[in-house]
């Protein structure tokens, strides 16, 4: 109890800071197209058993406190970028797994996108999609923490996506719920890192500073309904765990990506690519075990994507087409969330797991014909 009392005491100040920063920042600035909000938010859930391994300590139910500060981009020149209007912001949670001596504590900074779905006078739906970095205050030791196999990092990965709904209580004040669902890897730097997936429902409260209508504006522009070529690169950093003759490395896994992309409706499209990849850690577990083995992959893709703007958020299904190693699935899902920055480059991150496995984080950059 002492613990979870100095970490919300952290937390209140760190909330108190962030809001007072942002509200200076707020009101520098010309608003005259733009709406800010602070909002914050009460979680509870419960964590997904994804492996047998991990069944034991899966029992905890967690619970967070998150805040969030946030604009929106009222101008028609927004609107025309996806034929919606779009929450953009940074968002600071602590969530506590109530489980002290294993699982701990985390503290989640992420970068977020929020479009909004409908556009009544007093109520609007929302989808969110947020990156960032968590730092977790129990990790994996093989003699102090041995049952977490959930995360070995301290500093890990924290995406999060989830839908809302919001009704306005005044002009200032908006009540919320939403269902979000949670997920930490360190994207394979280090092993274990089985991953938590916890979703959560959440109650909370929405302050807009300064309250103006945001009205749908008339969809004057036709979907682009073209076919889009897409190329690019990834690269990410996969642990190999240390044996009782070798040492824990950290190598790499590099490789390209290609495909189309094609808009069905303004803000949905489909996607058809593939993968081909050189992981080094694959070569150096296979000597490790006296074997010859390929590090190169090669996957076919297909999915969906949101688009909002220059922002996306796509969901993958994959294939293994060649791989030089046994797997209990030929399957995996690739999610990634993007951003189309000038000159037609997108950069993002993505997130590839089997089933509810997670295996890898990357970093990814393609151009978009």
Not at 46 to 73: A, C, M, W, Y
Not at 130 to 149: E, I, K
Request: aromatic residues 14%; contains cysteine; charged residues 15%.
């Amino acid at each position: 109890m002492p613990r979870l009392i100095r970490h919300l005491n952290l937390l209140s100040l760190t909330i108190g800071l962030l809001l007072a920063g942002y509200d200076v920042s707020a009101q520098s600035r010309d608003t005259t197209a733009h709406s800010y909000f602070i909002g914050i938010k009460a979680h509870g859930g419960f964590i997904i058993p994804h492996s047998t391994e991990i069944i034991n300590v899966s029992g905890s139910k967690p619970v967070g406190l998150q805040v969030d500060v946030s604009r929106v981009n009222r101008s028609l020149k927004a609107w025309n970028k996806c034929n919606c209007y779009s929450l953009v912001g940074l968002s600071f949670a602590y969530f506590n797994y109530q489980n002290e001596n294993v699982l701990g504590s985390s503290y989640n900074l992420m970068a977020y996108m929020e479009p909004l779905l409908t556009y009544h006078r007093k109520f609007n739906a929302r989808f969110r999609a947020a990156a960032g970095l968590t730092y977790l205050t129990d990790v994996y030791h093989a003699d102090d923490n041995p049952t977490n196999l959930f995360f070995s990092s301290t500093i890990s990965g924290f995406l999060m996506v989830g839908f809302s709904g919001h009704y306005s209580l005044s002009r200032h004040l908006n009540a919320n719920v939403g269902l979000h669902y949670n997920h930490i890897s360190n994207g394979g730097l280090q092993q274990p890192n089985k991953g938590m997936n916890f979703p959560t429902l959440n109650l909370g409260m929405e302050y807009n500073i300064n309250p103006m209508p945001i009205r749908p504006q008339p969809n004057k522009a036709p979907v682009d309904r073209s076919i889009h070529p897409f190329a690019g690169v990834f690269a990410n950093r996969r642990n190999v765990e240390a044996t009782d003759t070798e040492s824990s490395v950290n190598l790499w896994q590099v490789g390209i990506y290609s495909g189309i992309q094609k808009r069905f409706t303004t803000t949905n499209a489909w996607l058809v690519g593939m993968e081909f990849s050189h992981d080094a850690s694959i070569q150096e577990k296979g000597e490790r075990m006296g074997m010859a083995v390929s590090p190169w992959l090669f996957s076919i893709l297909a999915g969906h994507q949101f688009c909002f703007g220059r922002f996306g958020f796509s969901q993958q299904f994959g294939h293994y087409t060649y791989r030089d190693y046994e797997f209990r699935t030929d399957f995996f899902q690739r999610y990634a969330i993007t951003y189309l920055a000038a000159n037609r480059i997108s950069i993002g991150i993505s997130l590839k797991a089997h089933a509810q496995e997670a295996e890898q984080m990357d970093v990814r950059a393609a151009y978009v014909f």
